[in-house]
């Protein structure tokens, strides 16, 4: 069990970039199989999974979002970052850092706001 906290900014404009850091305390970015994810949830619509981060720097993105996302990791700060470009009001969405495991995510954020002006 670990902690996340989602940080950044609450609202976006249209076709500029959504940045986000996740922010893991209780706990750190260590070598192996767990992967640091960000998953998302539109209103009205289901849980959205965007992509992870390994240790190593290994990424592996959703494809509908791959050609506009990327997601970094800073080892030293015990933090890893969300950037989506391009933005539009569809990617309004609460948006979450997690850990997984197989596919399992155990510890997630509590979630952050993020709304795309038109």
């Known amino acids: 069990q670990v902690q996340l906290q989602e940080s950044g900014p609450g609202l976006v404009k249209s076709s500029q970039t959504l940045s986000l850091t996740c922010t893991i305390s209780?706990?750190?970015?260590?070598?192996?199989?767990?992967?640091w994810g960000w998953i998302r949830q539109p209103p009205g619509k289901g849980i959205e999974w965007m992509g992870v981060?390994?240790?190593?720097?290994?990424?592996y993105y959703s494809p509908s979002l791959k050609s506009r996302t990327s997601i970094s990791r800073d080892v030293s700060k015990n933090q890893f970052s969300l950037q989506l470009i391009s933005v539009t009001p569809e990617d309004t969405a609460v948006y979450y850092c997690?850990?997984?495991?197989?596919?399992?995510?155990?510890?997630w954020g509590q979630g952050t706001q993020v709304t795309v002006s038109s």
């Open positions: 209780s706990g750190s970015i260590t070598p192996g199989y767990t992967a």
């Open positions: 997690a850990r997984g495991i197989d596919w399992v995510y155990d510890s």
């Open positions: 981060i390994y240790y190593d720097g290994s990424t």
